[in-house]
């Protein structure tokens, strides 16, 4: 039987490799009892060494708040960019497409150079700013409340804009991709509107910076098999690309050094 010690070991070793861990898994492995394993994730929590969940814990807090999108800007640029720049290579000729709001979007946007024509609508007063001098873009610019934090339309009245459109493709930001969770924003009211626009589009587009596996934002957007392509940085968990892939989603990675 292994001691506290070895016990803990075994289980921040864990976390660091896939960065949660599971009580019922933990328990089964070690041999022990879902109190045992418990008691443990409790006492190295009071350490400061991992953040509890029901039945489960992670390395860190996962759960995100509501932030600038100046400030979100300024995080992993670089990464955005790249991510920008791959999925700029899934826009067909003759596309009508949605892009959503944040930061990793408005970096897809600031590359996008279409060859023929593209019919954009969009909730992110950003992104049209970016597309509207583009004279090969048609810009439908969402009304509704600005979310100051966003710099883009909420409410129902932006999904009352939705309601008679088709289009092939939708380009999201998240705030968090967590294997239990799914894909979730930071606000309800985006979460909500996400749904909307998923319900309009042939294709669900996430973009996605490696920072936002295993975190969770206040409004849930829906399951990982709602996502048909996901495009993001090297630095994403082999086990979350696994699990993506199984749920049947398209994981297109780039480079990012």
């Known amino acids: 039987m292994l001691s506290i010690a070895e016990r803990h070991k075994y289980i921040l070793d864990l976390l660091n490799t896939h960065g949660f ?16 394993i418990r008691n443990d994730l409790k006492m190295l929590e009071g ?21 600038n999108v100046k400030v979100k800007g300024q995080l992993n640029s670089e990464k955005k960019r ?13 596309d009508s497409v949605i892009i959503g709001s944040g930061s990793t979007v408005e970096a897809f946007a600031a590359v996008l150079k279409p060859v023929r024509h593209l019919n954009v609508v969009t909730l992110s007063l950003r992104v049209s700013m970016l597309l509207c001098e583009q004279e090969n873009i ?22 009352s ?6 289009c092939s493709k939708l380009f999201i930001g998240v ?19 996400t749904q909307k626009m998923m319900q309009v589009a042939s294709q669900v587009v996430v973009l996605a910076d490696s920072s936002k ?6 409004g849930r957007i829906g399951s990982l098999e709602d996502i048909d392509m996901l495009v ?3 630095g994403i968990p082999e086990h979350f690309k696994t699990a993506l892939e199984d749920a049947g989603v398209d994981v297109r990675v780039v480079a990012a050094g």
């Open 21 to 36: 861990v599971r009580v019922t898994d933990l328990a089964e492995r070690l041999g022990m009892t879902k109190v045992t």
């Open 47 to 67: 350490k400061g060494m991992l953040y509890r969940m029901h039945g489960s814990a992670s390395k860190a807090n996962p759960h995100v708040s509501d932030v």
């Open 82 to 94: 790249l991510i920008g720049l791959e999925a700029a290579r899934h826009i067909l000729e003759d």
């Open 138 to 159: 048609d810009v439908l610019q969402l009304g509704g409340n600005v979310n100051h934090n966003s710099l883009s339309v909420r409410g129902d009245y932006s999904a």
């Open 161 to 166: 804009g939705l309601a008679n459109l088709v």
């Open 175 to 193: 705030d968090g991709l967590d294997l239990e969770y799914g894909v979730t924003a930071s606000t309800v009211e985006e979460a909500t509107l």
């Open 213 to 218: 596996f295993g975190k969770r934002g206040f």
């Open 232 to 234: 993001t940085d090297d």
